[in-house]
């Protein structure tokens, strides 16, 4: 049995959208792309910029824009949600429509701190509605084969991605005390968690800012993590690399008793099995997959019809942010972190904050 409630309806599902900014024009772009969904409403703050957005981006019909969810749903029948709001709006927002009977897709990270996180997954418990984080760089066509190759090379003894970009960001990124760890490094945390099979138990990390850096914080880190699997991943990356750049995903090398597994990042899938170094072996990737968040988007629209559960649930993705704020603590405090000492805590704070009895008994149960 589902632990979410299923959305039966005929037709495409009929989504309101909350946020009209930046990230929010791309999934408007992706939404009015996908024939299995409808946008019936656009939620804003700032109505003219919701009213700006569907102008400029050529959306028509009789779509609702308003401030809230309710006010929406009250004009017109709503099946689901997608939140592509601040982090800080996230729960509030999450809130609002698991409570009144709306399943959501939710821009990551989940919440802006890891105590947050656990809440909202408790809210979607108690209401039966599915919460589902958008991890977009789970779904591309490459990464899909070579997941595939996961059985050939046996358990994973080791992982590392190498990410290097020149990101040149205006506003709020390039003022944060860790902006690579924080704001892009879940990325790569998300992913390791699927490629290792394991949850993560451990992580040091370092970082530091180059003196060339247009960044306040630190915009280069270096971490380990251990897995439960004894395996290990490494991370080390740059966004103030101005030679040679990597992907937006990284290069990833994945190896384990049966071989090695090469991803480029990009389309360049290869195996060199054990013993035949010298003959690594193309992966064919398929084309016309949904890639990103229109790959999130259909794997939501799918689990809520069928009542599947997906990969990035909140009360799943809880682990990817674990991830962040465990390698946030290792690199200030220069000590090796146990990250489910970082989930217990984080958890028991939610406890202690959580006004809602029936959220509080929820939350005793993850």
Same mark, same amino acid.
């Given at each position: 049995? #589902? ?8 037709? +495409? ?16 772009? /992706?939404?009015? =792309? ?30 609702? /824009? ?36 709306? &399943?959501?897709?939710?821009?990551? +990270? ?11 997954? *408790? ?10 984080? #958008?991890? @977009? ?19 994973? @003894? ?11 960001? #205006? ?7 860790? +902006? ?35 960044? =306040?914080?630190?915009? %280069? ?19 103030? @690399?101005? !030679? ?14 049966? !071989? ?19 003959? &690594?072996?193309?992966? =064919?990737?398929? #084309?016309?997959?949904? %890639? ?27 682990? @990817? ?40 008994? =929820?939350? *005793? /149960?993850?």
């Amino acid at each position: 049995m #589902s632990a979410f409630r299923r959305v039966t309806t005929d037709g +495409p599902l009929r989504l309101v959208q909350v946020g009209a900014g930046g990230m929010g024009r791309a999934w408007l772009r /992706t939404i009015d =792309a996908d024939p299995d969904v409808e946008l019936v409403g656009l939620v804003d703050l700032d109505l003219d910029t919701a009213r700006t957005a569907l102008i400029e981006e050529g959306i028509g019909g009789d779509v609702v /824009t308003a401030r809230t969810i309710s006010e929406v749903a009250e004009r017109t029948p709503v099946d689901a949600a997608v939140n592509v709001t601040v982090p800080v709006a996230h729960l509030p927002v999450n809130v609002e429509a698991l409570a009144a009977g709306i &399943p959501v897709l939710c821009e990551k +990270p989940a919440a802006p701190s890891l105590r947050d996180a656990y809440r909202q997954a *408790a809210v979607a418990a108690v209401h039966g509605e599915l919460l589902m984080i #958008s991890q @977009s760089r789970r779904y591309f066509a490459a990464l899909d084969a070579a997941r595939e190759q996961l059985a050939r090379i046996g358990s994973v @003894s080791n992982a590392s991605t190498r990410f290097f970009r020149e990101a040149h960001f #205006s506003g709020f990124r390039e003022q944060m005390a860790h +902006p690579l760890l924080i704001d892009m490094a879940i990325h790569q945390f998300d992913v390791a968690r699927v490629v290792m099979g394991a949850e993560p138990v451990s992580v040091v990390c370092d970082e530091h800012n180059p003196s060339w850096s247009w960044f =306040a914080g630190a915009a %280069e880190a270096h971490a380990v993590f251990e897995f439960a699997s004894g395996g290990r991943y490494v991370f080390t990356g740059s966004w103030v @690399s101005v !030679g040679e750049e990597t992907s937006w995903n990284g290069e990833w090398w994945i190896n384990g008793a049966g !071989g090695t597994i090469r991803w480029d990042g990009a389309d360049d899938v290869r195996v060199i099995p054990a013993g035949a170094r010298a003959r &690594p072996e193309r992966i =064919a990737v398929p #084309s016309g997959v949904p %890639e990103e968040i229109a790959g999130s988007l259909r794997e939501f629209v799918g689990a809520v019809r069928s009542g599947e559960t997906p990969e990035s649930t909140a009360a799943s993705n809880v682990h @990817s942010l674990a991830m962040v704020e465990s390698a946030v603590q290792a690199a200030e405090t220069g000590e090796r972190v146990d990250i489910d000492a970082v989930r217990r805590a984080a958890l028991a704070a939610a406890i202690e904050y959580e006004q809602d009895p029936a959220v509080r008994a =929820a939350l *005793a /149960t993850l």
